[in-house]
């Protein structure tokens, strides 16, 4: 045991100038016991001074002067119990600062106040999810409350109205339904003879229609565009008409005549036919009956 400790024997000696000393010979710094230690240089000065009021609790003051101490190859036990004595706290009291205990606290009273609610807001969304469902379950399996009283109130107006009254129902009924029976079979004959009217009518007037005017005829061997206007500026054809197509046109003469192309035409005027095979193929041909324009 070197004299450092055999004077700290009697636990009447600085703790700060012994390691102080020790640190000197040590050929240390302040600082560079800091650096060994994890620790600020301001604690290293604050131990050495014995200065332990720095707001720390006794049992890091402990800690840091054990390491110290193991750091300079001293007494540990001997540098710790004489720190306990003249701070009168012992090995046993350590305790953390009450600024980092009531932080601690503090956080963990807040977690479990979270987790306390969310707790109760997963109940609560469960429960009403629950409710919701057994509600729709029970609506779509029980049939309306209405039903059942308007089958009782049907049943006892049957009741009430008495056998004798069906017979008289069904004559009445028999009555009126053969009297709409004449009624439609009058109407019906009435439609009848109004249809063969009609019909007889249009053949009539079609045939005046036809005496009237005069017929052209037109026969398509191939496909080709075709415009005929009667002298009274009635439009008769328009359009293209494919190869194998045939029309009547009736009108009155002359007809203005336009063709996309004459070769596949073939042209009648009340039977006498319109000459078109010298006009060349492929090319638009105005006519009017049959002279060219």
């Not at 016991?33 to 890091?60: C, H, M, R, Y």
């Not at 359009?239 to 009155?252: D, N, P, Q, R, V």
Request: aromatic fraction near 6%; charged fraction near 25%; hydrophobic fraction near 35%.
């Amino acid at each position: 045991m070197n004299k450092n400790t055999e004077n700290s024997q009697n636990n009447d000696f600085p703790i700060g100038e012994i390691l102080s000393e020790s640190r000197i010979k040590a050929g240390l710094s302040e600082s560079d016991v800091a650096d060994k230690l994890n620790l600020n240089t301001e604690i290293i000065v604050a131990i050495e001074n014995d200065q332990f009021e720095a707001g720390l609790s006794p049992a890091f003051y402990r800690g840091y002067i054990r390491s110290y101490a193991c750091l300079l190859q001293l007494d540990a036990d001997d540098l710790v119990g004489n720190y306990n004595k003249n701070t009168h706290s012992d090995s046993f009291s350590s305790h953390i600062t009450p600024t980092f205990d009531h932080n601690l606290s503090s956080q963990m009273a807040l977690k479990k106040s979270f987790l306390k609610s969310k707790i109760i807001i997963i109940t609560a969304l469960a429960a009403i999810a629950i409710i919701t469902y057994l509600l729709v379950i029970k609506s779509s399996t029980n049939p309306p409350a209405d039903e059942p009283k308007i089958e009782s109130k049907t049943l006892e107006t049957d009741a009430a109205t008495g056998d004798n009254a069906i017979p008289l129902n069904v004559e009445e009924n028999d009555a009126k339904t053969t009297s709409m029976t004449n009624k439609d079979q009058r109407n019906n004959k009435d439609e009848k003879i109004n249809k063969e009217q009609l019909v007889q009518k249009p053949d009539k007037s079609q045939s005046v229609i036809k005496d009237n005017k005069q017929k052209l005829a037109m026969t398509f061997s191939g496909e080709c565009w075709v415009n005929v206007i009667d002298a009274a500026g009635n439009e008769l054809a328009y359009g293209i008409k494919k190869a194998g197509k045939s029309m009547l046109l009736y009108g009155i003469a002359p007809f203005q005549v336009v063709l996309g192309d004459p070769s596949v035409v073939q042209m009648s005027l009340d039977g006498q036919e319109v000459e078109l095979s010298g006009y060349p193929s492929g090319k638009r041909l105005k006519l009017s009956v049959d002279s060219i324009e």
